[in-house]
């Protein structure tokens, strides 16, 4: 009797399968993230409250940067604003010594980070009137 070569090919396609799952699994470089970078990690209410705080209390000021940026666009400077902070602050140290007064240190840097991300979202808005004319 002559062996079924279907047979052969099923036992073939299995091995592959195999062969395919286990290499797979073993060279995925998934690995999960180090500890370190849970100390930047900022809870989403935390960062949604900066937020709104941020852009109403800059449109209540009036200031003549604000009077040319729509809300949204203040909301995006505000979010760029705290995304620079998360780079260098951790969110125990935000959370901790950022909450009161701000010292002139603290001062200095948030008013870096806001002239870096006004300057962002102006330019931004630039090359969009550029882009819609």
Not at 23 to 29: D, G
Not at 33 to 57: I, R
Not at 94 to 102: A, N, P, Q, V, Y
């Amino acid at each position: 009797m002559m062996p079924d070569p279907f047979n052969q090919m099923r036992r073939a396609f299995f091995f592959l399968i195999i062969l395919t799952v286990l290499i797979f699994t073993a060279f995925n470089s998934a690995r999960a993230h180090d500890n370190s970078s849970l100390e930047y990690y900022y809870p989403s209410a935390a960062v949604y409250g900066f937020v709104q705080e941020c852009w109403t209390t800059m449109e209540g000021f009036g200031s003549e940067m604000t009077q040319t940026l729509w809300p949204t666009e203040l909301q995006t400077v505000c979010g760029c604003i705290l995304d620079q902070m998360r780079m260098t602050i951790t969110w125990r140290e935000f959370r901790d010594e950022w909450k009161e007064e701000l010292t002139p240190i603290q001062k200095s840097i948030a008013s870096m980070h806001s002239d870096f991300c006004m300057k962002q979202a102006l330019e931004m808005k630039g090359r969009e009137g550029r882009i819609g004319s």
